[in-house]
């Protein structure tokens, strides 16, 4: 089914069910919308624990979540969830739905809201009846491959007949997270220019190792900018941050590990003179911000998740030894295959930015 001609949504509803740094690119289709029907309302269904990768943003009049502690209540408080979800998208009225996600559950919701333009992708594990009668209009996937994320997602626009090149990621945070940011570099005894360092990420196989990054905070050290590292609050998360610390002889960086929220820890990056991390979320936050980022990769798929952005340089350990295929990682190794990427490698790089 073609949309129709002239078609002016008011009402849209843009799914997405990933993780932190896939709803964050998810933000330049946001965008495309907004600017293409600047009257419409745009929601967005999330997992709960991304909501603070969108809250803030101005173009999105509200968000609906699915928790998935849901299913510890028990199946029948689970099910009351579901069904009061659909009931509120239902009543929502929508014109557009976009289902960027490759779920059932999404596309039930898709089908449930009842919008007469309901576009979702053409997935080759997806060619059942249902998921056609959920998405009328589909968009091909042939070429996922060579696409980002971000144009991945952009993509679901076509059908609209949408200019979406330069389309940008963007990234929000409110005035009271600034606040409490400068608050917390104040406890610190910053008075001058940072750099956040950003060394963990969910997945230990995406990490460098603790001892160069320990080195790098000694071959960065300057009287002109403090280095700030900062980590998700998760205790292994902090133990590796501990341990970096504690392993360099550069005793003036500070941690702010585990003591912000996202927008919180966005409205740090943004005020920054340079991120550099691997492949996280905050790396994502930082190219959206559009601070100077410098990424450290390892085995995984660098045309979908290089940092969405033109201030960016990304330091792949391919360039420096073997990586094993992304699609044969176990996720849950505690091999670091980033270890092969060279110490000055990326003190060099970040020099390039700091000019110090």
Not at 192 to 204: A, C, G
Not at 225 to 247: C, F, G, H, R, W
């Amino acid at each position: 089914m073609s949309v129709p001609a002239h078609f002016t949504p008011q009402r849209i509803l843009v799914i997405k069910l990933r993780h932190h740094g896939d709803m964050l690119l998810t933000t330049p289709a946001i965008n495309a919308l907004h600017q293409r029907y600047p009257q419409a309302k745009i929601d967005v269904l999330l997992y709960k624990e991304t909501r603070p990768m969108l809250e803030a943003h101005p173009a999105i009049n509200r968000l609906f979540i699915i928790d998935r502690q849901w299913k510890k209540e028990g199946a029948w408080q689970h099910i009351r969830h579901e069904w009061h979800l659909l009931k509120q998208i239902r009543r929502q009225k929508y014109d557009l739905v976009i289902n960027l996600a490759d779920q059932w559950r999404s596309a039930l919701l898709t089908l449930f809201s009842a919008a007469n333009v309901r576009i979702g992708f053409d997935y080759d594990k997806r060619q059942s009846f249902f998921w056609r009668m959920a998405h009328p209009t589909r968009v091909a996937t042939t070429h996922f491959d060579r696409l980002h994320t971000a144009e991945q997602n952009l993509l679901a626009l076509s059908p609209l007949g949408m200019a979406t090149t330069g389309a940008q990621a963007s990234m929000h945070y409110h005035d009271e997270d600034w606040q409490h940011v400068q608050s917390a570099l104040q406890s610190k005894g910053v008075s001058k220019p940072w750099v956040v360092i950003q060394p963990t990420s969910r997945w230990v196989f995406k990490c460098w190792t603790d001892e160069k990054f320990a080195a790098l905070l000694e071959a960065l050290a300057s009287p002109n900018y403090q280095l700030v590292l900062t980590s998700a609050p998760d205790k292994y998360e902090l133990q590796m941050i501990a341990n970096i610390m504690a392993l360099s002889k550069n005793k003036q960086a500070i941690s702010l590990a585990g003591e912000l929220s996202l927008p919180q820890l966005a409205a740090l990056i943004d005020h920054s003179r340079l991120f550099i991390g691997v492949d996280s979320a905050p790396m994502h936050m930082a190219a959206a911000l559009d601070t100077p980022c410098i990424a450290l990769f390892g085995p995984t798929k660098l045309t979908q998740w290089r940092p969405w952005g033109k201030n960016n340089r990304v330091i792949w350990a391919g360039d420096f030894g073997e990586l094993p295929d992304p699609d044969s990682i176990n996720t849950h190794t505690e091999t670091r295959y980033l270890s092969s990427i060279p110490l000055e490698e990326v003190a060099n790089a970040a020099r390039s930015y700091l000019n110090d």
